[in-house]
T-cell receptor
């Protein structure tokens, strides 16, 4: 399975944008890039996903490099409630059964300062 | 909106006892996943079910078994509990409308003494 690499931790100030990077140099052509986050004492929560094109939703934006070997999750205005562990996960779109499992790596602990 | 329900939320057991964790997926969701998160660790996939059939199996010990019932709820049965089984157990569900998104429950915290 392709592996992702994220910084262990990042800090941001409230109401400022946050760019969370993820490297996935061995990504295959059928791998989707998913982002989940886990707030303290809660289950993981879906944030966004994409394949090749940049994606936007109400929570965040996902910028995918042209060669797909890296991606960046963008929180446009961080709030204190965004403090969480953010996971970048690759999911093989061809493996219908086993491909739907989420393989969590070591995510990025985001701290948001007031 | 309805969310994934897990019960119990907390469970304390002794070594070698058995435990049953229950998961009630979001209505009309057809896929259920189980994940284990040890203290200070990241969630690890255990097993999943699609339309009441096991669809995928991860690093689930032989002492554990699971099934999905006709009403789509799922149960994770754990026997001969060990201290290392102490963890948060999350259930997630997925529906036909949003195939790329898993919705997680609040988790069951299992403590084995």
């Amino acid at each position: 399975d392709a592996k992702t690499t994220q910084p262990n931790s990042m800090e941001s100030n409230e109401e400022e944008p946050v760019h969370l990077p993820c490297n996935h140099s061995t990504i295959s052509g059928t791998d989707y890039i998913h982002w989940y986050r886990q707030l303290p004492s809660q289950g993981p929560e879906y944030v966004i996903h994409g394949l090749t094109s940049n994606v936007n939703n109400r929570m965040a934006s996902l910028a995918i490099a042209e060669d797909r070997k890296s991606s960046t999750l963008i929180l446009h205005r961080a709030t204190l409630r965004d403090a969480a562990v953010y996971y970048c996960i690759l999911r093989d779109g061809l493996r219908r059964a086993s491909g739907s499992r989420l393989t969590f790596g070591e995510g990025t602990q985001l701290t948001v300062n007031p | 909106a309805a969310g994934v329900i897990q019960s119990p939320r907390h469970l304390i057991k002794e070594k070698r006892e058995t435990a049953t964790l229950k998961c009630y997926p979001i209505p009309r969701h057809d896929t259920v996943y189980w994940y284990q998160q040890g203290p200070g660790q990241d969630p690890q996939f255990l097993i999943s079910f699609y339309e009441k059939m096991q669809s995928d199996k991860g690093s689930i010990p032989d002492r554990f078994s699971a099934q999905q019932f006709s009403d789509y709820h799922s149960e994770l049965n754990m026997s001969s509990l060990e201290l290392g089984d102490s963890a948060l157990y999350f259930c997630a569900s997925r529906g036909a409308m949003k195939r790329d998104e898993q919705f997680f429950g609040p988790g069951t915290r299992l403590t084995v003494l």
